[in-house]
């Protein structure tokens, strides 16, 4: 879907002239070795780009405007070796547009006892030039993440990664485009949402399409290029006998094919990381986009049902920042609940359009009657996802601001058969348990509609709400309901 080595992340070291140059030769030494060790680390899934040392206002200013302007670059990586006055970064901090990450790092690990002199201590210095630059950071009010440790730490390379994971979300949400067929399910409240604000303060757009013309592409669908996807179909998954060719129901796998063919190629046209339909407004259309949407959302487009925007660019960013990580990022509605005190869990699914990147064996391909839309039956996807460490997302437009809520959960291994309902289904337990999870989640006015994430930690969607500057509510084995309620009141008044 993308590959995260194509984007940069650059390494920024400053210093000052003071030093001569022998120590800012030394300097420039070690940044392009720490810059190179966290370029091969594992745990940093993008391209790490060494930057020669900053050393004056003028310099600083340069590599920032550079930065804003250089299309892979995602962000910056800044690391004080020794002191670099922080009235030198004002310019730059002002204009830089990039997300940044601060490294409060050393270049060795340990203090050598025996031979540590004066010199050692004026170039090993990040302990207090790194308070230096924290210090004017936080002067300009600018949101960044500071990760604390030894560049070669494992857990501190892990943290950006993290990081940079969530700036790549944030990267592919810039200037992204998203299309929206039909306005939102009629009186539904948080599917709602200022369009303009969420433009100004997310950088994707939203705007709509009239119905008739994705049918009109849907219509001009070759009979080949249909016999091409069902053929891919029966490769792929379980079909259910009906769809077979020559089966009874046959045609409608047709019809099915053809509107996947017609969505895709609408999407490709228009340029579109995702979209978003409503089954109120399918005129034209013989029956809802089940599998079609389905496998638009495990090739990389984010969705989400019932006209909802929101979530569609919110899984389309989730699937970027867990690119290459195993597990996926879907679109997620709670449904049901197994209010059984023992064993409390919540069941997730959807109407039709669960993803199958959640599957945890062959999907079965099926076809049954809808109660709703008014259209023929729909081919679907049915598949049960697994079990282990997971979380949902939302984001809700609080009218004065966006807020982002994670609440992290323990999927669970489904071990029933549920013969009778044909839909794909998820099933967790909400941390810290059920009973405070989900009080804690509509005391938030978390939506109905999240995306369900596998490989995502809530560290990564609070790297991404920073760089967003939008409010984050987490919700995790730590919550306290009282507590929690308190957070609100409060961001209610730091969000004035
Ligand atoms: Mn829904």
Not at 107 to 112: G, M, Q
Request: glycine share 8%; proline share 3%; hydrophobic share 40%.
């Amino acid at each position: 879907m993308i590959n995260l080595k194509e984007l940069e992340v650059w390494f920024v070291t400053g210093s000052q002239h003071l030093y001569g140059e022998e120590t800012l030769n030394q300097v420039a030494q070690h940044s392009e070795q720490i810059a190179s060790a966290l370029n091969t680390s594992k745990e940093i899934p993008v391209k790490v780009v060494f930057k020669p040392t900053v050393k004056t206002t003028e310099e600083i200013y340069s590599i920032c405007q550079d930065a804003n302007i250089a299309k892979n670059c995602i962000g910056l990586i800044t690391w004080m070796h020794t002191f670099s006055p922080g009235k030198m970064w004002i310019n730059g901090l002002k204009i830089l547009q990039k997300p940044m990450l601060h490294l409060h790092t050393q270049f060795n690990r340990d203090i050598p006892w025996e031979t540590m002199d004066m010199d050692f201590m004026n170039l090993n210095q990040s302990a207090h030039g790194d308070r230096e630059f924290g210090f004017i950071v936080s002067r300009m009010r600018i949101d960044r993440k500071v990760v604390v440790g030894h560049f070669e730490d494992e857990e501190a390379q892990r943290e950006i990664g993290t990081w940079a994971r969530a700036t790549a979300g944030w990267h592919d949400w810039q200037g992204a485009k998203f299309a929206r067929f039909g306005d939102n399910m009629r009186f539904v409240a948080v599917t709602e949402g200022d369009k303009v604000e969420a433009e100004l303060k997310f950088g994707y757009s939203v705007n709509t399409y009239g119905i008739g013309d994705l049918v009109k592409v849907i219509n001009a669908t070759s009979a080949a290029a249909i016999d091409q996807l069902i053929e891919e179909y029966n490769d792929s998954y379980m079909m259910a006998e009906s769809l077979l060719k020559g089966g009874a129901q046959f045609s409608s796998l047709k019809e099915a094919a053809k509107i996947e063919i017609g969505l895709r190629t609408f999407l490709q046209q228009g340029n579109f990381k995702g979209f978003t339909d409503t089954f109120e407004d399918l005129h034209g259309m013989a029956q809802l986009p089940g599998i079609a949407v389905q496998r638009l959302m495990a090739e990389g487009y984010g969705f989400a049902g019932e006209g909802d925007w929101k979530t569609a660019a919110l899984v389309r960013a989730m699937k970027v920042m867990g690119s290459g990580l195993p597990g996926g990022n879907a679109f997620m509605e709670d449904y049901t609940y197994h209010f059984n005190k023992e064993n409390p869990l919540v069941l997730g699914s959807h109407m039709l359009e669960v993803d199958p990147v959640l599957a945890n064996r062959k999907p079965t391909c099926e076809i049954h009657p809808l109660g709703i839309g008014g259209k023929a039956d729909p081919v679907r996807l049915v598949f049960n996802a697994g079990g282990g460490a997971a979380l949902n997302a939302s984001i809700v437009d609080m009218g004065n601001r966006f807020r982002l809520l994670v609440n992290t959960v323990e999927a669970v291994e489904i071990e029933h058969d549920l013969p009778k309902l044909p839909v794909a289904r998820v099933l967790w337990k909400p941390l810290p348990d059920m009973k405070t999870g989900c009080a804690a989640w509509i005391y938030a006015g978390g939506a109905h509609h999240t995306c369900f994430s596998q490989n995502l930690t809530a560290e990564h969607l609070q790297d991404f709400a920073a760089i967003a500057g939008v409010e984050c509510i987490t919700i995790d084995a730590d919550t306290k309901l009282n507590q929690l309620k308190n957070e609100l009141k409060w961001n209610e008044a730091a969000y004035k």
